[in-house]
C-alpha cells in the first residue's frame, strides 16, 4: 500500500488553513500532519513533521514565504517540495519564490482537483507548471531584462555545463517540454530528463524553474 503525501500548511490566514485541510480531507492519498501561521516556524515543523509537500502562502506577517521557501533550499538534509500560494498570477513576488527554490504555485481559489493534482505531482518530482503557465512565466519576466552583473553571473554559472546541457537548459526557458525538447534535439525524452538532472545537480538548483530563470537571466 502506497504511503499518503504528507503535507505541511503554512498560511497566516486560519480560514485559509481550515479550508485547505477540509478539502485535502476528501481527497485520498494526502495527509496534513501540520499546519503553522508564520514561515519563521517553517524549518523547525519541517524538521519535526517531515513532510513530503509544503503549501506556502506568501505574505505572512514575520516571515514571508519567500523567505521561508530559501531558507528550506539552503538546508543540507533532503528538503520538500514547496508549492506557494498567492491570491494574484501575475504577483512579481510569484517570480522571486520560484527563484528561491519552489517547485510553483498555486492561486488560493484553484480549483480543489487542481490543488490536490499538484500536491501528487509534486510529491512525485514532476513540473508542477505546465509548459504553457511556464512559457507565460517566462514571457511576463522577459520584459523585465536581467541586468548587467544577473546577466553576468548568471553566465558564469551556466558555463559549468556541457553544450548539450546548455541546449537543453535554453530549451527549457523556451517552456519545451521533455518531449518537444527531445524533438527538437533528436534526443529521447529519457535523455532529456537526463540532461535536466544532471544541470541541476551541477548548478545545485532543486527545479527546471529555477533552471528557466537562470537561462533567462544569462540571455541564452
Not at 479550508?19 to 500532519?33: D, P, T
Not at 513532510?51 to 521561508?68: K, S, T
Not at 520538500?80 to 510569484?94: H, K
Request: proline share 3%.
Amino acid at each position: 500500500m502506497t504511503s499518503p503525501v504528507k503535507v505541511l500548511l503554512v498560511d497566516d490566514d486560519a480560514l485559509v488553513r481550515t479550508g485547505l485541510r477540509l478539502m485535502f480531507g476528501g481527497a485520498s492519498g494526502i495527509e496534513i500532519v501540520g499546519e503553522i501561521g508564520d514561515g519563521r516556524d517553517v524549518l523547525d515543523t519541517v524538521a519535526r513533521l517531515r513532510p513530503d509537500v509544503v503549501l506556502m502562502d506568501i505574505r505572512m506577517p514575520h516571515v514571508d514565504g519567500i523567505a521561508a521557501t530559501r531558507a528550506l533550499s539552503a538546508r543540507d538534509t533532503e528538503t520538500p517540495r514547496v508549492i506557494v500560494l498567492t491570491t494574484f498570477d501575475a504577483d512579481g513576488t510569484v517570480v522571486e519564490a520560484l527563484r528561491a527554490g519552489a517547485a510553483g504555485f498555486l492561486l488560493k481559489h484553484s480549483k480543489p482537483e487542481q490543488i490536490v493534482a499538484a500536491v501528487h505531482a509534486a510529491a512525485a518530482g514532476e513540473p508542477v507548471l505546465s509548459a504553457e503557465v511556464t512559457r507565460t512565466l517566462i514571457a511576463r519576466v522577459a520584459g523585465d531584462g536581467a541586468d548587467r552583473n544577473r546577466r553576468g553571473r548568471a553566465r558564469e554559472r551556466l558555463a559549468v555545463l556541457s553544450d548539450k546541457e546548455r541546449d537543453v537548459a535554453r530549451a527549457v526557458a523556451k517552456g519545451l517540454s521533455n518531449s518537444e525538447i527531445g524533438q527538437s534535439l533528436y534526443l529521447s525524452s529519457g535523455t532529456v530528463k537526463a540532461y535536466v538532472s544532471s544541470a541541476l545537480s551541477k548548478l545545485d538548483l532543486t527545479n527546471r524553474i529555477q533552471l528557466a530563470l537562470l537561462a533567462h537571466d544569462a540571455e541564452l
